[in-house]
């Protein structure tokens, strides 16, 4: 007697169509952002501080700082920005229009006398020479430094391939269903990671972020403007439902009251 035909899809088939979907995500939020969003140059330091103060701000303010902060006619170099007042690193941050310059300015300049204070140094390249174990306690131990920012180091350093992991990241994943937002916390960074594939981990955290800030937000996500909305579960199982039910709304107002 003939078997019945069972219908199962394979791990590796899974992995397939996520990676083709956050290739497809990436692709979209790249055009629709534009890659002024994406780090630039090869100091590990500048892109740290690019990415710390574009995390919480508009992607133009935050270069303008860090431009500022490298100028040779304001600081010139990180140790004088180390060394400079908490004021002086504020009044900066206010000129590039930094939102939370008085929470920013404390917490980086905190950093950079931590980095100065074990490296000698405030240049974060010797960093490479260690073994990322090491590498990672040792960012650990930097008082000041977001969670996040670790991973994003420690890629920016060759030391590491898992994607930074930020509340932005785990929103927008989450909701595009790149990973099951109910499984563990290793096993979300263990599917987003695969997704990728050989992409850059730096590049999707970037493109998330912006998306988050601007787009994704956790509360009232503009999702019939979303670039993206033609591959989010989120939208096209609620949003979408909604959208019809209120006929001009953003399309989430009803998925946020169901929870
Ligand atoms: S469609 Fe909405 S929920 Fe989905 S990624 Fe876009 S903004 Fe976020």
């Not at 004088?80 to 008085?102: N, P, S």
């Amino acid at each position: 007697m003939p078997r019945p035909c069972r219908v199962r899809i394979s791990a590796p088939m899974a992995i397939r169509e996520k990676a083709k979907k956050l290739d497809r995500v990436l692709k979209a939020l790249e055009k629709f952002y534009s890659r002024s969003v994406l780090p630039e140059g090869t100091d590990p330091l500048e892109r740290l501080i690019f990415c710390w103060l574009f995390f919480t701000n508009p992607v133009t303010n935050a270069r303008k700082a860090v431009k500022m902060l490298e100028d040779e006619n304001v600081f010139g170099d990180w140790n004088e920005v180390r060394v400079a007042t908490q004021r002086e690193l504020e009044d900066v941050f206010k000129e590039a229009r930094i939102e939370d310059a008085e929470s920013l300015a404390p917490r980086i300049k905190t950093f950079l006398q931590n980095v100065f204070e074990e490296l000698d140094d405030t240049a974060l390249e010797p960093l490479k020479e260690l073994k990322p174990d090491k590498a990672k306690k040792f960012l650990a131990s930097l008082e000041g430094l977001p969670s996040w920012a670790i991973t994003y180091m420690l890629v920016t350093l060759g030391l590491d391939t898992q994607v930074p992991w930020d509340p932005h990241t785990e929103r927008v994943g989450a909701r595009i269903r790149l990973f099951d937002p109910n499984a563990a916390l290793p096993q979300r960074k263990k599917l987003l990671r695969a997704a990728l594939q050989d992409d850059d981990p730096l590049r999707l955290h970037h493109l998330f972020v912006e998306h988050g800030k601007k787009t994704c937000t956790e509360e009232d996500p503009k999702c019939p403007k979303c670039p993206v909305n033609k591959d989010c579960e989120y939208y096209l199982r609620r949003g979408a439902r909604a959208s019809k039910a209120e006929a001009g709304g953003n399309g989430t107002k009803a998925a946020k009251k169901k929870g």
